[in-house]
Nanobody, 122 residues
Framework: QVQLVESGGGLVQAGGSLRLSCTAS????????MAWFRQAPGKEREFVAG???????YYADSVKGRFTISRDNAKNTVYLQMNSLKPEDTAVYYC????????????????WGQGTQVTVSS
């Protein structure tokens, strides 16, 4: 079992920055594919960014160039640095872990955090 705990959400003005953190329990963190998803009210959960065991990263087109995902295996933590935030980035952001390959569909992910709210004001 893996437990994921997110932190770092909040209210920020458009153009600002936030860094989300997701800390995992367990000793096999480095073996997991980690990803961030988000869900805005009335919308489906969507892929934001992912990082695989090798450290390769993948992004949704909507955040490419503005968001950066990284991981610190010594701290069992994955980060999402969000810059140049826009009102349309407003959503609940979820951290997810998958033992398999990185996919942009949320269904295969085995473990989820509780979510952290990000609100970007215009």
């Amino acid at each position: 079992q893996v437990q994921l705990v997110e932190s770092g959400g909040g209210l920020v003005q458009a153009g600002g920055s936030l860094r989300l953190s997701c800390t995992a329990s367990g000793r096999t963190f480095s073996s997991y594919t980690m990803a961030w998803f988000r869900q805005a009210p009335g919308k489906e959960r969507e892929f934001v960014a992912g990082i695989i065991r090798s450290g390769s990263t993948y992004y949704a087109d909507s955040v490419k160039g503005r968001f950066t995902i990284s991981r610190d295996n010594a701290k069992n933590t994955v980060y999402l640095q969000m810059n140049s935030l826009k009102p349309e980035d407003t959503a609940v952001y979820y951290c997810a872990a998958n033992w398999g390959v990185l996919v942009r569909d949320p269904a295969p992910y085995d473990y989820w955090g509780q979510g952290t709210q990000v609100t970007v004001s215009s």
